[in-house]
């Protein structure tokens, strides 16, 4: 054992802490800790998957066309630059393996997504940590931190925990600033909760340097069946698709997530509600001392007086059978990501950080 020894960096990763989703001893446990759609999937997407259990003595689909077409009419992409992973976890994990090793530099920013880190010493390059402006990615310091070793350079927009979002000026300064050879990722995991937002489609289409990725893991609630993808010029996905397996996509995950892409009026029904519920959420905390920034994603982030207000918030909620998440982990030790639920989960959620506020005068 003493002889094997794993590959520089990958000692230094903390293993990625999931969303909690039990409470021991409490039942009709409420979970808004994994920014999952309480809607659940499009029906489509159901039907979709059932039909495919009768063929699973198949192989899937390598070059996940009919799923690119789909992805194509709804958004408006070039079907022969998008690329299909498990998740889009998968593709994120790719381009660290195509443009960074050892050497190298991935930036990110102090309350970017945990997974970043990971996917930059999995690759043995060194991820480099970019400060934030009051919870907001900063162009600026993300352009000063670069140097002739920056490969990558990831961001969520919106970004996962804050909910915060920057501009397509922004954007467009980013991805027109980063050294030559360095690749922009927009991580678009986010995007479609945001109206009107084209989660970087024009960034791509304009430049060779940016990719994009999406997934079906949060508003089309298939974060089950392991589906993402990415976009970017053709020189990106030439690189990526030399790397990807040939089988990286089940069968039944091809099928429901076509089903779920074409099904626009429950994505369409699942936006609207969310920013429904979220403002009213976000309302409904402040108006009882706890703000949050503005949030474009389904989630929001909570903040409290002190870390320990927080933690004591979060075990009141538990005592409740109530999960949200706790994201000292990121940086924020006073908040609380909190996703957003159906009406009657936002309702009950509110209800008791009011008993927690109440009770803690
Ligand atoms: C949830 C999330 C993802 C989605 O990952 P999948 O592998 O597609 O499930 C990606 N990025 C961020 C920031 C997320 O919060």
Same mark, same amino acid.
């Given at each position: 054992?003493?002889?094997?020894?794993?590959?520089?960096?990958?000692?230094?990763?903390?293993?990625?802490?999931?969303?909690?989703?039990?409470?021991?001893?409490?039942?009709?446990?409420?979970?808004?800790?994994?920014?999952?759609?309480?809607?659940?999937?499009?029906?489509?997407?159901?039907?979709?998957?059932?039909?495919?259990?009768?063929?699973?003595?198949?192989?899937?689909?390598?070059?996940?066309?009919?799923?690119?077409?789909?992805?194509?009419?709804?958004?408006?992409?070039?079907?022969?630059?998008?690329?299909?992973?498990?998740?889009?976890?998968?593709?994120?994990?790719?381009?660290?393996?195509?443009?960074?090793?050892?050497?190298?530099?991935?930036?990110?920013? =102090?309350?970017?997504?945990?997974?970043?880190?990971?996917?930059?010493?999995?690759?043995?390059?060194?991820?480099?940590?970019?400060?934030?402006?009051?919870?907001?990615?900063?162009?600026?310091?993300?352009?000063?931190?670069?140097?002739?070793?920056?490969?990558?350079?990831?961001?969520?927009?919106?970004?996962?925990?804050?909910?915060?979002?920057?501009?397509?000026?922004?954007?467009?300064?980013?991805?027109?600033?980063?050294?030559?050879?360095?690749?922009?990722?927009?991580?678009?995991?986010?995007?479609?909760?945001?109206?009107?937002?084209?989660?970087?489609?024009?960034?791509?289409?304009?430049?060779?340097?940016?990719?994009?990725?999406?997934?079906?893991?949060?508003?089309?609630?298939?974060?089950?069946?392991?589906?993402?993808?990415?976009?970017?010029?053709?020189?990106?996905?030439?690189?990526?698709?030399?790397?990807?397996?040939?089988?990286?996509?089940?069968?039944?995950?091809?099928?429901?997530? =076509?089903?779920?892409?074409?099904?626009?009026?429950?994505?369409?029904?699942?936006?609207?509600?969310?920013?429904?519920?979220?403002?009213?959420?976000?309302?409904?905390?402040?108006?009882?001392?706890?703000? /949050?920034?503005?949030?474009?994603?389904?989630?929001?982030?909570?903040?409290?007086?002190?870390?320990?207000?927080?933690?004591?918030?979060?075990?009141?909620?538990?005592?409740?059978?109530?999960?949200?998440?706790?994201?000292?982990?990121?940086?924020?030790?006073?908040?609380?990501?909190?996703?957003?639920?159906?009406?009657?989960?936002?309702?009950?959620?509110?209800?008791?950080?009011?008993?927690?506020?109440?009770? /803690?005068?």
């Amino acid at each position: 054992m003493t002889k094997i020894k794993a590959q520089p960096g990958i000692m230094d990763i903390a293993l990625y802490q999931g969303g909690k989703s039990h409470v021991d001893g409490v039942e009709n446990v409420l979970k808004l800790s994994s920014n999952e759609n309480p809607f659940g999937p499009s029906e489509a997407a159901k039907e979709a998957l059932v039909r495919a259990s009768h063929t699973l003595h198949r192989y899937p689909s390598t070059d996940h066309g009919t799923l690119r077409a789909a992805i194509s009419d709804v958004w408006g992409l070039d079907p022969d630059r998008i690329i299909c992973g498990n998740g889009s976890g998968e593709i994120l994990m790719m381009i660290a393996q195509a443009f960074a090793g050892k050497g190298d530099e991935v930036l990110f920013t =102090e309350h970017g997504f945990a997974m970043y880190p990971i996917y930059a010493n999995a690759n043995g390059a060194k991820p480099v940590v970019v400060a934030e402006r009051d919870r907001v990615v900063d162009v600026d310091a993300l352009l000063a931190a670069c140097t002739k070793k920056t490969k990558v350079c990831y961001i969520a927009n919106p970004a996962n925990p804050t909910g915060t979002m920057i501009g397509q000026g922004d954007l467009e300064r980013l991805a027109d600033g980063l050294p030559a050879g360095a690749v922009l990722v927009l991580d678009g995991a986010y995007s479609e909760y945001v109206e009107g937002y084209d989660a970087g489609k024009s960034l791509v289409d304009s430049r060779d340097n940016v990719i994009m990725t999406r997934t079906f893991s949060k508003i089309y609630g298939l974060g089950g069946l392991r589906i993402g993808y990415g976009y970017a010029s053709q020189q990106i996905i030439d690189v990526l698709m030399r790397i990807r397996g040939p089988f990286n996509i089940s069968a039944p995950a091809l099928a429901a997530a =076509e089903a779920a892409m074409r099904d626009v009026a429950h994505t369409e029904k699942c936006r609207t509600d969310n920013a429904k519920q979220r403002d009213w959420m976000a309302g409904a905390l402040a108006e009882i001392g706890l703000p /949050s920034d503005i949030s474009t994603a389904n989630f929001i982030l909570v903040r409290f007086a002190s870390e320990a207000d927080a933690k004591a918030c979060n075990d009141h909620l538990m005592t409740q059978g109530i999960i949200v998440r706790l994201v000292g982990g990121y940086g924020l030790p006073n908040c609380l990501r909190i996703t957003v639920g159906d009406e009657a989960s936002c309702r009950r959620v509110v209800h008791a950080i009011g008993q927690f506020k109440g009770a /803690s005068k």
